[in-house]
C-alpha cells in the first residue's frame, strides 16, 4: 500500500523561486503526496505563478497576516491525516527521487525523521546563484549531547505522529526554532541519513537566514537561542533521568510538549487553530 504524505511549502516574498519549488514535489517519482502552498500574509500571492498548474495533488492557502514559516507549516501539521509529513522551503527545491529514497530509509530503519544530504547554493547580487565553494550541507552531527547545537537540516520527511509528540511545529519564534525540534527528535527517537544531496538549498539574499533583523548573527537569533537553549538542556537531562527509570517515557514527552508551546501566546493559539481548520477543509475539499 502506498505511503501517503502532506508536504508543506510556506511561501512569503520568493516568487521567483516558487514554481520551481511546487513542481519539484509534484514531478517526485512518490505520487502519492499533496503539496499545500501557504501564502504567508504576503499582499501578492504567488497564485499566478502557479495558475498554470492543473493537480488536485497542490492545494494553495492564504493566511491573513505574516505569521512566519513555522506557524504556516504547524498549520498544515495539525491538519495533515498523512502518516508522513515533508519539509520544503517556497525558495529551494528536490529531486524527483528525494521523497522515496528518504521514505525507504525511513521505513526500513523505523525512524522518526529521515534527512538527505543537500547541495548548497548563494544567491549573487544580480540574482543568479552557484554551487557553494566549501560544502555540501546534511548530517553535520548526529550524536545527542548536553547542550543544544545546530546538527542536521530540518528539510527532511518526518513520521508525523512523531513529530506532533515533541509538540508540533510553532513555538512562538520566527527563527531557530527548527533546530530545537532536530536536537530534540534525535534526543528522544531516531534519525536516518541518506548520504545522496537529494535537497537544493539556496542561501538568499535578504532570507530570515542572511538578513540583518533575522539572520544568523542577529540580536534576535541571539534572544531566541537564550530562550530555547534551556528547553532542551533539560529535556536532555530528563532522558538521562528517563534512562536511570527515575521517570517513564510519557513524562518526558509530555514536559518536552509542554516546554514546546509554553511560549505561544493565546492569540497566537487561536490564530494557529483557525489556520488549522482552514487547511483541514482544503485537505478534504482536495481528495
Not at 530534540?184 to 536516518?192: D, E, I, Q
Not at 530555547?228 to 509530555?254: F, G, H, K
Not at 511560549?263 to 483557525?274: G, H, I, K, R
Request: glycine content about 6%; aromatic content about 12%; charged content about 20%.
Amino acid at each position: 500500500m502506498t505511503k501517503r504524505i502532506t508536504a508543506c511549502i510556506p511561501y512569503y516574498q520568493t516568487r521567483r523561486y516558487v514554481r520551481r519549488a511546487v513542481e519539484s514535489l509534484l514531478l517526485q517519482r512518490h505520487r502519492d503526496l499533496t503539496v499545500v502552498v501557504v501564502n504567508d500574509g504576503d499582499p501578492d500571492p504567488p497564485w499566478r505563478e502557479l495558475a498554470h498548474i492543473n493537480d488536485r495533488r497542490l492545494v494553495r492557502i492564504s493566511l491573513p497576516y505574516n505569521y512566519g514559516p513555522y506557524f504556516a507549516t504547524a498549520a498544515v501539521l495539525n491538519a495533515s491525516p498523512d502518516e508522513y509529513f515533508l519539509i520544503q522551503d517556497a525558495d529551494d527545491w528536490s529531486d524527483e527521487n528525494r521523497i522515496s529514497q528518504l521514505l525507504r530509509v525511513i521505513e526500513h530503519d523505523c525512524s522518526d525523521f529521515a534527512v538527505s544530504r543537500q547541495w548548497w547554493y548563494v544567491e549573487q547580487a544580480d540574482g543568479k546563484h552557484r554551487p557553494s565553494d566549501n560544502r555540501k550541507g546534511g548530517m553535520v552531527d548526529g550524536a545527542s549531547s548536553p547542550a543544544l547545537r545546530y546538527r542536521f537540516p530540518h528539510h527532511g520527511l518526518w513520521r508525523t505522529r512523531s513529530l506532533r509528540m515533541l509538540g508540533g511545529y510553532y513555538g512562538g519564534f520566527r527563527v531557530s526554532y527548527d533546530v530545537l525540534l532536530t536536537n530534540l527528535v534525535l534526543l528522544t527517537g531516531k534519525v536516518s541519513y541518506v548520504a545522496a544531496p537529494l535537497y537544493h538549498y539556496l542561501i538568499r539574499r535578504g532570507s530570515l537566514t542572511t538578513s540583518g533583523t533575522t539572520g544568523l548573527a542577529s540580536p534576535l537569533r541571539a534572544a531566541v537561542w537564550k530562550t530555547i537553549s534551556p528547553i532542551y538542556e533539560r529535556a536532555y537531562a530528563w532522558q538521562v533521568a528517563m534512562n536511570d527509570c527515575q521517570i517513564t517515557s510519557n513524562q518526558l514527552m509530555e514536559w518536552i510538549r509542554q516546554s514546546c508551546r509554553q511560549y505561544v501566546d493565546s492569540t497566537s493559539l487561536a490564530a494557529l487553530s483557525d489556520a488549522s481548520e482552514r487547511v483541514a477543509y482544503a485537505l478534504r475539499s482536495a481528495r
